[in-house]
T-cell receptor, first 107, second 118 residues
């Protein structure tokens, strides 16, 4: 199975900050990397697919980049509603696997 | 609008089975595969498998092979996930999610909490 490793596991930031979350795959997954946001008690929400494509309806402050094994999710200016847990997921091959999550908290 | 509505919470004893339903609406049921993903309390997301509602073909994660069965009822646009030989480690929220593109999950059900406890 492909292992997905996110860093950091948790992050404290303030409204207006720029934050970056990193995801590393245990082998190359080309650009088959997706990002999800999950708020407590809710299902995950797709933010970014194919490493850098913004899902419809997702604010443009979210962006993704990377190829192969190393990927990043960037939020350019944090808003109060962005405090949540973020997961990367590889869709290169089954079993589809997720990172362990990055919890973004208010400083 | 696309909706996936799951059945309610379940409490099961170790060794029992549970069957969770996921009713789809707002799109052509046969046109999109459905994944099942689970999340143990305070933990991350774990992919369990996928079903093609059109023909009923399935693919399961190795971890769940032999214990999970995914089925569908096209007359009601509903997919089912049955997990047998339950143990405490199976306590989790189980989600259905629609497959979009290459292995993406674009719409999710609200989740079903399954608690396994003696």
């Amino acid at each position: 199975d492909i292992q997905m490793t996110q860093s950091p596991s948790s992050l404290s930031a303030s409204v207006g900050d720029r934050v970056t979350i990193t995801c590393r795959a245990s082998q190359s997954i080309n650009s088959y990397l997706n990002w999800y946001q999950q708020k407590p008690g809710k299902a995950p929400k797709l933010l970014i697919y194919a490493a850098s494509s913004l899902q419809r309806g997702v604010p443009s402050r979210f962006s993704g980049s990377g190829f192969g094994t190393d990927f990043t999710l960037t939020i350019s200016s944090l808003q109060p509603e962005d405090f949540a847990t973020y997961y990367c997921q590889q869709s290169f091959t089954t079993p589809y696997t997720f990172g362990q999550g990055t919890k973004l908290e208010i400083k | 609008q696309v909706q996936l509505v799951q059945s309610g919470a379940e409490v099961k004893k170790p060794g029992a089975s549970v069957k969770v339903s996921c009713k789809a609406s707002g799109y052509t049921f046969n046109s999109y595969y459905i994944h099942w993903v689970r999340q143990a309390p305070g933990q991350g997301l774990e992919w369990m498998g996928i079903i093609n509602p059109s023909g009923g073909s399935t693919s399961y994660a190795q971890k769940f092979q032999g214990r999970v069965t995914m089925t569908r009822d096209t007359s009601t646009s509903t997919v089912y996930m049955e997990l047998s030989s339950l143990r405490s480690e199976d306590t989790a929220v189980y989600y259905c999610a629609r497959k979009w593109g290459s292995g993406l999950f674009d719409y999710w059900g609200q989740g079903t909490l399954v608690t396994v406890s003696s």
